[in-house]
C-alpha cells in the first residue's frame, strides 16, 4: 500500500460546479496536510495548508482533515475554468524539517 | 511573497554531457531546499534535501555522485546532472523551505525539463 493514494482522474466538471478533491493515507505520523496546484509544466504552487483534523477556508477553497479515517479532502466552490490544473495533496509528519510526501494528483478540468 | 526561480526552464543535451540547474529564492533566505523529480503523469520524488554550507541528503537510490547539489547561499542551489542519459530526462523542480511561525512551508520553482539525446 503506498502512503498516500490519490485517484489521477481526469475529473471533468461544468463550470460553477462544487469539487471534491481527495486523498487517503495510511502514515499515522502525518500530522500537516497541504494542497497544492499545478499546472501543465509548471511547478506546484500552494494551495492550502493545515495541521491536524479540521477545516480551513480560503476564497473558494476549503481543505478538511480526518485523521481518524486517514482522509483528507479539498472541495473548490463555483469551480472556474481557470481552475483546470492538477492538484496534489501532500503530507509531512513534522514542522520543522518538511520532507513532503505527495500523491499524484489529481487532473481537474473545468469546462465553461 | 516566497518566489522560487528556476534557470533554465528547459534544456536539451547531449547524452554524457552535463547539465546545472540552478534555483533561487528571490524575495527570502531558505533555510533548506529540495531537489525533486517528476516524470509525466506521476509524483513528485524528493531527490535531496539541502541546507546551505553542509553536504546535501540524498533519498534513497539517488546517485550522489551522478546528482551533484551544491548549496553555496541561503538564496541559491544547483543540482548538476553529470553525465546525461536519456533516461534522467524528467522534470526537475527545486523548492525551499520557510519558517512560518511553527511550521515550515515549501514555496516550488517552476521547474526545468531536461531532455537528454
Known amino acids: 500500500q503506498k502512503e498516500v493514494e490519490q485517484d489521477p482522474g481526469p475529473l471533468s466538471v461544468p463550470e460553477g460546479a462544487i469539487v471534491s478533491l481527495n486523498c487517503t493515507y495510511s502514515?499515522?505520523?502525518?500530522?500537516?496536510f497541504m494542497w497544492y496546484r499545478q499546472y501543465s509544466r509548471k511547478g506546484p504552487e500552494l494551495l492550502m495548508y493545515?495541521?491536524?483534523?479540521g477545516n480551513k477556508e480560503d476564497g473558494r477553497f476549503t481543505a478538511q482533515v480526518d485523521k481518524s479515517s486517514k482522509y483528507i479532502s479539498l472541495f473548490i466552490r463555483d469551480s472556474q475554468p481557470s481552475d483546470s490544473a492538477t492538484y496534489l495533496c501532500a503530507m509531512s509528519q513534522n514542522s520543522g524539517y518538511s520532507t513532503l510526501t505527495f500523491g499524484k494528483g489529481t487532473m481537474l478540468l473545468v469546462s465553461p | 511573497g516566497a518566489v522560487v526561480s528556476q534557470h533554465p526552464s528547459w534544456v536539451i543535451c547531449k547524452s554524457g554531457t552535463s547539465v546545472k540547474i540552478e534555483c533561487r529564492s528571490l524575495?527570502?533566505?531558505?533555510?533548506?531546499m529540495f531537489w525533486y523529480r517528476q516524470f509525466p503523469k506521476q509524483s513528485l520524488m524528493l531527490m535531496a534535501t539541502?541546507?546551505?554550507?553542509?553536504?546535501?541528503?540524498?533519498e534513497q537510490g539517488v546517485e550522489k555522485d551522478k546528482f551533484l547539489i551544491n548549496h553555496a547561499s541561503l538564496t541559491l542551489s544547483t543540482l548538476t546532472v553529470t553525465s546525461a542519459h536519456p533516461e534522467d530526462s524528467s522534470f526537475y523542480i527545486c523548492?525551499?523551505?520557510?519558517?512560518?511561525?511553527?511550521?515550515?512551508?515549501?514555496?516550488f520553482g517552476p521547474g526545468t525539463r531536461l531532455t537528454v539525446t
Open positions: 524575495d527570502f533566505q531558505a533555510t533548506t
Open positions: 539541502s541546507n546551505e554550507g553542509s553536504k546535501a541528503t540524498y
Open positions: 493545515t495541521y491536524s483534523s
Open positions: 502514515n499515522s505520523a502525518f500530522q500537516y
Open positions: 523548492s525551499a523551505s520557510v519558517n512560518s511561525g511553527l511550521h515550515s512551508e515549501q514555496y
